[in-house]
């Protein structure tokens, strides 16, 4: 079996190229210090990732994890604030994330608007509930407790617990997808969904739980990101959800639906983590990140149709009867 017919192993090997093109110059970027931060740095990217791999493996995008992120970091910041317990904050992230995809779930399931079409517009909506919940003003790091923000930044053999979070999520839903009814349900949707629905599969209800977990996710997310950067406003992760598609289409998760693993997502997210944290370091605007997402995009989808065009002439014949 030949690796490099793997996009998994080109994409590793691209990120340690990309490694060593920026230690022959800056040798202390792979210092081990430096590398966790790249890791850690990437963890929100991976996290919010996965949850976009499943729903892309169901044929649909989700737009709104971004602002998903945001209005579950600034619920979890406004209660904090409210002296509510660490714990219950948590648990409500989660819930209120998984109920925000629930609601882009149940309008391509039940009403059968595109799911593109329904994130974007539910984007929209999310950080319009961050404006009416705060009217537009921050919570900044004086406002929250010492608890709050202490938790992702603790660090555990070498990693933060931000870090270790993404870490339990891969393996997690690695096995998800790779072990469960569910999982395998995922891939049916997307790859066939007429054969899906012939094997007893519903593929709205499975698209559903494609949203309800991506949006958990998010929720998850949000917490993490607001405590680690110690602000929340409308804005926060504004077109995040650029550079999470980006990761996925980098790790070869078909746009199409219905191919493509955590793995090849969580590979997207790190190579991006290392252009991202390499672009201060050889004097170049990190504000090229968002232009090197969208061409990324661009580049890997072309990648994709070219790998998967059948070769050969197709010749059409007309029917003698």
């Known amino acids: 079996m030949n690796i490099f017919k793997h996009r998994e192993a080109l994409l590793a090997l691209a990120i340690l190229a990309s490694l060593g093109l920026i230690a022959s110059r800056f ?48 619920i979890a910041a406004l209660m904090n604030g409210a002296g509510v317990p660490l714990p219950l904050i948590l648990a409500a992230v989660v819930v209120i994330g998984a109920a925000l995809g629930a609601v882009n779930g149940v309008l391509v399931w039940k009403v059968g608007i595109p799911s593109i079409v329904v994130t974007l517009g539910t984007m929209t909506i999310y950080r319009g509930i961050i404006f009416l919940l705060t009217d537009g003003k921050w919570v900044n790091a004086h406002e929250m407790t010492d608890g709050f923000k202490a938790l992702p930044r ?7 617990v931000m870090s270790w979070v993404a870490v339990v999520l891969i393996a997690v839903f690695a096995l998800v997808l790779t072990r469960t009814a569910l999982g395998r349900a995922f891939y049916a949707v997307g790859g066939n969904p007429h054969a899906a629905v012939y094997a007893g599969l519903n593929v709205g209800r499975t698209q559903f739980w494609a949203f309800v977990i991506s949006g958990a996710l998010a929720g998850v997310t949000g917490y993490l990101w607001v405590a680690r950067y110690a602000v929340a406003y409308v804005d926060i992760a504004g077109g995040f959800e650029l550079d999470v598609v980006a990761a996925c289409v980098i790790g070869g998760i078909a746009i199409a639906g219905g191919a493509g693993t955590i793995w090849g997502a969580v590979l997207g997210a790190l190579f991006l983590g290392v252009i991202k944290n390499a672009l201060p370091v050889v004097d170049i605007s990190p504000f090229w990140q968002m232009a090197i997402s969208g061409s990324a995009i661009i580049l890997a989808v072309a990648f994709n149709t070219a790998k998967s065009r059948p070769k050969g002439r197709l010749i059409l014949r007309e029917a003698t009867e």
């Open 27 to 74: 040798p202390a970027f792979i210092q081990p210090a430096s590398l966790a931060n790249v890791i850690n740095d990437s963890a929100p990217l991976m996290i919010l990732g996965i949850g976009q791999v499943i729903v892309i493996l169901t044929k649909c995008i989700d737009l709104s994890v971004a602002a998903n992120l945001a209005l579950t970091g600034m």
């Open 154 to 160: 603790l660090a555990i053999l070498g990693l933060p």
